[in-house]
């Protein structure tokens, strides 16, 4: 299966990067393919709502940018695992704005190969991660149709520990 991680934590060795590490660990020890991409190093701007890409764009964007890579990828996948640290309730703002890019590569149909979606967040604390939960139900789950393969969550001293990291490389692994 070809797995891309959308990581939106800007810390380059954060909890939230070690997260994603262990997972992709375990899934390419099942023999996955991990693209991880580490959108706070992109240059990635928001949605202009122009509406370019329904219009005279052919579902492409209008903006060139490095979502371009997202996008190809986005269209290789048949997994999608968004990734990110909590900043008020929700995703990162920088993983938001590639999130809302996908207004001209999955809508009105989601990319073919895209069937699975699972989400890994890091927070200080356990009772933050409604925004981002209702983003991931709405965005992936219901409104693209993902199958949900699993939220994991790490805050306070979870974050880091080797208890944590051993599950998402359990859960990478264990992927079909």
């Given at each position: ?46 949605c202009r709502g122009c509406e370019y890409c329904h ?49 001209s590569a999955a809508y009105p149909v989601k990319p ?23 983003s991931f139900q709405g965005d992936f789950l219901d ?34």
């Amino acid at each position: 299966m070809r797995i891309l991680v959308l990581n939106g934590s800007p810390r380059t060795n954060g909890n939230t990067k070690q997260m994603v590490n262990a997972f992709s660990e375990g899934a390419v020890s099942s023999g996955h393919q991990v693209d991880v991409v580490d959108i706070c190093q992109k240059r990635i701007g928001g949605c202009r709502g122009c509406e370019y890409c329904h219009t005279k764009g052919g579902g492409a964007c209008i903006q060139k940018d490095d979502m371009q890579e997202v996008y190809k990828l986005l269209g290789e996948a048949d997994m999608l695992v968004i990734a990110s640290p909590i900043y008020y309730h929700g995703i990162s703002g920088q993983l938001k704005c590639a999130i809302d890019r996908f207004y001209s590569a999955a809508y009105p149909v989601k990319p073919a190969r895209l069937k699975k979606a699972a989400m890994i967040l890091s927070s200080g604390d356990a009772d933050m991660y409604d925004g981002a939960l209702f983003s991931f139900q709405g965005d992936f789950l219901d409104y693209l149709g993902l199958e949900n393969m699993g939220v994991f969550t790490a805050h306070g001293a979870e974050n880091g520990s080797p208890e944590k990291l051993g599950e998402l490389r359990v859960f990478g692994a264990s992927l079909k």
